[in-house]
């Protein structure tokens, strides 16, 4: 049997190789960004990325799980990305946030990241050029859409150009050891809601103030380093950032628990894939009239587009208590029936982007 030093030096030897082939990928690479540059089209190509990790997760893996591959490629991807433009990445903070998390698990850890406090100031840092993307919640399936991020989509000129579904995942993470020593949880309310069952079976006895609610779940975890016999019920990012221990995970009530986010971009990134989704923001002329919403249905049935979702908000530009409608359709604006629509209906229509439908 080999000893660990002469694993370690086959190991060694395997790294030299992979950082060769890395080095030589690079290079390709940047003839790529090159090209991109002179035709001034976007770096950042989602489909493009899927399609190598699908390619490379169907070859044999060995002990490789497909997680385990997009992993390691997503980091690549982000140097690569990198090496094409240097790109700043905004999203929804603070840091640890699960906006965060999602913005990490698509742009790796190496992309330049700016933690902004607002659905908002994303937007705007897009808008403004200060940032390349925003990362921004749309959605929870517990507890449904982001309104805010719904009525700015309606509002300013950016596109969806890519989503991100995550597990909403919590953790009660402290410096102690054991949770007989715990004398205090700090969290966010929504956290404290979603990890009711855990709280019951282990901490139903305590008094009210023993829960303190601040206003984000890396709050959480920045105090409960600094406190003594306090934990945070926070994400895994946020445990990571402050290198506090985790003593329970996945403590959440339901493992259902996801959310989506979008990525906005100023450019949109057209490009068609088997599986695309388009979103819609739609605002009725003849919403006065009966049968206006089945009139638009009716379109999509005639050209046989199937919708996603349909969700109202009010319109905020009138007096009058009106709405206008969200929508997701499956299909890419490049596809024929698409485009049917969006010409049939472009005074009612504004186009928020096509992108890969990953749910
Ligand atoms: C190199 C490219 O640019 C980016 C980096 C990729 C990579 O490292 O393989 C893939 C897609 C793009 O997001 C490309 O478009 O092919």
Redesign the pocket.
């Known amino acids: 049997m080999k000893s660990i030093q002469q694993l370690r030096e086959s190991i060694d030897s395997i790294d030299d190789s992979i950082l060769k082939l890395l080095v030589k ?1 690079m290079e ?2 940047e003839e ?2 090159r090209l ?1 540059r002179e035709n001034n089209t976007v ?4 489909d ?2 899927k399609e ?1 990790v699908d390619r490379l997760a169907s070859k044999y893996t060995g002990k490789l799980s497909k997680a385990a591959i997009e992993a390691i490629f997503l980091e ?2 982000g140097v ?2 990198n090496l ?1 433009l240097p790109e700043i990445i905004s999203f929804l903070g603070p840091e640890g946030s699960f906006t965060h998390q999602a913005a990490e698990s698509r742009f790796g850890a190496v992309a330049d990241y700016i933690s902004l406090p607002s659905i908002r100031s994303v937007f705007d840092s897009v808008e403004t050029g200060r940032a390349k993307y925003g990362v921004v919640p749309i959605e929870n399936n517990q507890e449904g859409m982001v309104k805010e991020t719904m009525d700015l989509l309606n509002e300013r000129n950016l596109f969806i150009i890519s989503e991100i579904i995550i597990p909403v995942n919590f953790c009660l993470a402290s410096k102690e050891n054991s949770i007989h020593q715990i004398q205090k949880i700090y969290s966010k309310d929504i956290a404290f809601q979603q990890c009711k069952g855990f709280l019951q079976d282990y901490f139903s006895h305590k008094p009210e103030d023993f829960f303190v609610q601040v206003d984000s779940t890396s709050k959480a975890a920045k105090l409960a380093v600094e406190d003594t016999k306090a934990a945070a019920l926070c994400s895994h990012i946020a445990a990571k950032i402050y290198s506090l221990p985790i003593l329970f995970d996945n403590i959440q009530d339901s493992e259902a628990n996801q959310t989506r986010f979008f990525i906005i971009s100023k450019v949109e990134n057209l490009k068609k894939t088997d599986k695309d989704k388009t979103s819609l923001a739609i605002k009725l002329k003849h919403d006065d009239k009966p049968g206006a919403l089945l009139s638009l249905l009716k379109d999509f049935e005639d050209v046989q587009i199937n919708l996603l979702k349909i969700e109202s908000r009010p319109q905020k530009d009138t007096h009058e208590f009106k709405f206008w409608f969200f929508i997701d359709i499956e299909g890419n604006k490049l596809d024929d029936n698409v485009q049917q629509i969006l010409n049939k209906r472009k005074d009612e229509i504004i186009f928020l982007g096509s992108y890969m439908n990953l749910c």
């Open positions: 990928r390709f690479v790529i960004g991109k770096i950042y190509h989602p493009r990325e190598i690549i991807f690569s990305r094409e």
